[in-house]
């Protein structure tokens, strides 16, 4: 048997010994309340018409929440004794059900590990339950701020980006997690009877990256940190989307202008942007740009004209205040889905070489149906562009061809319709090391089963 049976579990599955587990965690807060248990046991699967219908009423059977790393080791080590299965949960804001436990079990709510262990020039070690945006609040008062983050900033944790994520504002600068130099290290528990804590340094720490959660609880990660800059949020509308693209372009190759996102996005999506749609004109094509304080002068150098800026202001992303990056990534399709439920998205990544002709070439494609943003990034060490097409959903066949269509044309998808890691990847298959490790760290393979499907549990 490949692991625990989560293939016929939904909603409560117990069946485990829950009452024993519990005697074992003595002090530990522990949650039961169905009601809260099944809230907190989803992410932002519900994205997805396929994985909604697949995921919906998974549940794990309590929420454990350690207040520190013993803690941790002690539910691990309860765990593995009772072959219970074990789910991280960071913020919760995933996009694949990557949180969500497929087989029951310990939901393990490890945000109260937030605490600052110290900070060095550009370099920070933290505990995986911090919250980014009180992470970066922090960082700001020393002159620093993280290399990069996700949009959901404000509600994610530095962990769940590990974990689960894969780039976001600021990669436009120094590329996604994956590159390497983005994670320095990572300390993990591993989920065995008697649990070891490992510190996985340099290149070990990518065997915890976007694995979900599968091979190791994160209890701390080293992250490299870029200077702090005053940032402007900056909105200029074109006539035509593709100039948009080409001058979203024309800046992220400017290596002098410091900017941290770039994001083109095509008239209609604007008309969904809420509190930002008094600078969208009717029709008009947008950049948002995030651009250093110092460099706005160059930045205006080079539209010369070619568009018109609307809005022009320091981010502020406090309370009851919407930053421009909010608009960006996958916040895009979050704007729409508040008004517009039968939409979804994808997530592309263009070839370097070919970018604007690609671009032009999805857009002739599919006109109405993928409304395409970009995010300018680097990808090893080339300035290319992730697009996260909001789709207009028709049917999970015609959505299969729209992805068909891409890849056939030389645009890598990651497809955000399936919950396994090999599904999700643009190569189909698990990290071998990844992979690997979780042999070592996760032997009855009670860690989010289910998610790494490479993966065959011992099965005594
Ligand atoms: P969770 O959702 O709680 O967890 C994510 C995965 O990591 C799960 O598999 C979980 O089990 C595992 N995990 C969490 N903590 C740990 C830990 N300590 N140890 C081991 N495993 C752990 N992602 C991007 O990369 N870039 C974006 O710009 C971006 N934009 C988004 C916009 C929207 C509107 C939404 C809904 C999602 C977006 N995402 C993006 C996805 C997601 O928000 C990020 O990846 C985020 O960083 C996840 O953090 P979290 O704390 O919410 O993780």
């Known amino acids: 048997m490949n692991g625990p049976p989560f293939d016929d579990i939904a909603g409560q599955s117990s069946g485990y010994p829950l009452d024993a587990l519990i005697a074992d965690l003595g002090d530990i807060p522990v949650e039961t309340s169905p009601a809260v248990v099944r809230r907190r046991s989803r992410d932002f699967f519900w994205y997805s018409p396929i994985l909604n219908e697949e995921l919906s009423g998974k549940s794990a059977d309590l929420i454990a929440t350690p207040r520190t790393e013993a803690d941790v080791v002690r539910i691990a080590g309860a765990c593995a004794r009772h072959r219970v299965p074990l789910t991280v949960r960071g913020g919760g804001t995933g996009n694949y059900g990557q949180a969500v436990p497929l087989a029951g079990g310990v939901l393990l709510d490890i945000t109260e590990l937030s605490a600052i262990d110290w900070v060095k020039p550009g370099i920070v070690r933290v505990g995986a339950g911090a919250k980014i945006n009180q992470l970066d609040a922090e960082l700001a008062l020393k002159g620093w701020e993280l290399r990069m983050h996700p949009s959901t900033k404000r509600t994610a944790t530095i962990g769940g980006f590990v974990a689960g994520g894969s780039g976001g504002i600021g990669s436009i600068n120094y590329g996604g997690l994956r590159e390497p130099g983005n994670v320095i290290a990572a300390r993990i528990v591993t989920l065995e009877e008697t649990p070891r804590v490992i510190e996985l340094r340099g290149e070990a720490a990518q065997r915890i990256n976007h694995a979900y959660g599968t091979n190791g609880i994160i209890t701390a990660l080293e992250m490299p940190l870029a200077p702090l800059w005053r940032w402007i949020d900056v909105v200029v509308a074109f006539d035509d989307f593709l100039d948009a693209v080409a001058f979203g372009h024309r800046i992220a190759l400017a290596d002098g202008v410091v900017k941290k996102v770039l994001a083109p996005v095509t008239w209609p999506l604007p008309s969904y ?55 960006t990534w996958n916040h895009t399709t979050l704007q729409v889905l508040k008004t517009d439920r039968s939409v979804t998205y994808l997530q592309c990544l263009y070839p370097h070489d070919r970018l604007l002709e690609k671009a032009a070439q999805m857009r002739s494609l599919f006109p109405d149906e993928a ?37 056939d044309h030389d ?50």
Request: negative net charge.
């Open 273 to 327: 942007f809420g509190a930002l749609r008094p600078h969208c004109p009717d029709g008009r094509h947008l950049l948002l740009a995030m651009v250093a304080e110092p460099s706005l002068e160059s930045f205006k150098d080079l539209l010369a004209g070619r568009g018109t800026i609307t809005l022009e202001t320091p981010t502020d992303d406090s309370p009851g205040k919407v930053p421009l990056y909010e608009y």
């Open 371 to 407: 409304l395409q943003h970009f995010e300018f990034i680097r990808f090893n060490g080339n300035v290319t562009a992730s697009g996260l097409p909001v789709v207009r959903f028709s049917t999970a066949e015609r959505l299969n061809e729209i992805i068909r269509l891409h890849e």
């Open 411 to 460: 645009v890598g998808i990651a497809n955000p319709h399936v919950y396994t890691i090999e599904d999700g990847s643009r190569y189909k298959k698990a990290e071998a090391d990844q992979l690997g490790f979780k042999y070592e760290a996760d032997p009855f393979g009670l860690l989010n089963p289910g998610k790494m499907r490479s993966f065959a549990a011992r099965t005594n």
